[in-house]
């Protein structure tokens, strides 16, 4: 990879930022040892404290190993990296990754349900009543990007209501992913988020304390969406197939 000068003085997070997206897009492969802490000062143009800060947050995300005396390591992202790397890597050079995409559909999918399988035996009445005014306010609105806020509000009091910090992280890290692309998504969403009617029965179900039916309700929830969106990817990433064989073969002549 070559590194590029760092332009603007907001410098550790200019240089931690070149730094993951060397990792994410494979240019820093796992294994490769990277320049020491003054030789890359020396080509970022930027100090060795701030070099040193940066690989220190590098380090934190799990992308390198630093060791005393034997240099900087990169790491396997798939084995090591974090949730909070997903937003990073769902939209790469200002493009949409398909295949990540695809991924946080189908984690969606399952963990919808046992969110709100857990939120009927765990959930306290504040959280059925949030989820429940967010269900109501679906009635209400039309526009698709503040029905996709809504039903995020909803889903928000019941993994609070599940009251399981892992699945509370999971969904803030997938909430991060998923909020920039609300107007692409839309047309896909829209049925779900149309559907104030299984929203209501999601939240009965929790107030009655049925898990059984509160994951039931939510499967049926979110099919149409996941389906829709698997769909949609499923195209992209053929017509990317495609374009990428066309580019092979001018290549070739």
């Not at 790397?85 to 999918?109: F, Q, Y």
């Not at 504040?126 to 526009?143: F, N």
């Not at 009251?163 to 049925?191: H, K, Q, V």
């Amino acid at each position: 990879m070559a590194f590029q000068p760092i332009e603007h003085r907001s410098v550790p997070e200019d240089v931690f930022e070149q730094i993951v997206e060397g990792v994410l897009s494979g240019e820093l492969p796992a294994g490769q040892n990277l320049p020491s802490e003054r030789e890359l000062a020396r080509v970022l143009g930027v100090s060795r404290p701030a070099v040193r800060e940066a690989m220190k947050r590098v380090a934190a995300a799990g992308l390198v190993t630093i060791r005393q005396g034997g240099g900087t390591t990169v790491r396997d992202v798939r084995r090591f990296g974090g949730l909070d790397l997903l937003p990073k890597l769902l939209i790469r050079g200002g493009e949409l990754d398909v295949a990540v995409a695809r991924s946080v559909v189908e984690a969606r999918a399952h963990i919808g349900p046992k969110v709100a399988e857990l939120a009927a035996l765990r959930a306290g009445e504040d959280q059925i009543v949030v989820a429940r005014a967010a269900a109501a306010q679906l009635v209400e609105l039309t526009d698709p990007i503040a029905q996709q806020r809504a039903a995020l509000d909803f889903w928000d009091a019941i993994v609070d209501g599940a009251d399981s910090i892992a699945f509370r992280l999971m969904y803030n890290t997938m909430r991060s992913a998923y909020e920039p692309a609300l107007p692409a998504l839309a047309a896909a969403l829209s049925g779900e988020v149309g559907n104030a009617e299984g929203y209501r029965r999601i939240v009965d179900a929790i107030a009655g304390r049925n898990p059984g039916a509160a994951a039931h309700a939510a499967a049926i929830l979110l099919e149409p969406g996941t389906t829709a969106l698997l769909s949609a990817f499923g195209e992209m990433e053929k017509l990317l197939q495609e374009a990428l064989a066309e580019t092979e073969e001018d290549n070739d002549d």
